[in-house]
Nanobody, 128 residues
Framework: QSQLVESGGGLVQPGGSLRLSCEAS????????ITWFHQAPGKEREGVSC????????YLENSVKGRFVITRSIAKSTVYLQMINLRPEEAGVYYC?????????????????????WGQGTQVTVSS
């Protein structure tokens, strides 16, 4: 059974940092796209960053480039999202999601409906 479990959320001041973790079980990371989504209160889920075969990455929001870094550990079957210089508008629930690899690295940019496995989410609060 495929499963994703997020952790690492919490309360941070504006300008602070957090590292989110997404532990996968039941499948091989290299056979899937793993994407972090952000859902702000009252808004739809939006893709933030994706990692896939051979560790290829894509950042789906221009605003996070240079501040967020997505990485993975095959040995730990875990995908990470390191976030620095956090902004109040980046508060919300962060989800990781997986969909099967199709051979197209650019398919990371697909919307939430394309993803077949979701974690429960981890709450990030950015406030002074």
């Amino acid at each position: 059974q495929s499963q994703l479990v997020e952790s690492g959320g919490g309360l941070v001041q504006p300008g602070g940092s957090l590292r989110l973790s997404c532990e996968a079980s039941g499948f091989n990371l290299d056979d899937y796209y793993i994407t972090w989504f952000h859902q702000a209160p009252g808004k739809e889920r939006e893709g933030v960053s994706c990692i896939t075969r051979n560790g290829a990455t894509m950042y789906l929001e221009n605003s996070v480039k240079g501040r967020f870094v997505i990485t993975r550990s095959i040995a730990k079957s875990t995908v990470y999202l390191q976030m620095i210089n956090l902004r109040p508008e980046e508060a919300g629930v962060y989800y990781c999601a997986a969909k099967p690899w199709t051979g197209n690295y650019h398919a990371c940019s697909g919307g939430p409906s394309e993803y077949t496995t979701w974690g429960q989410g981890t709450q990030v609060t950015v406030s002074s």
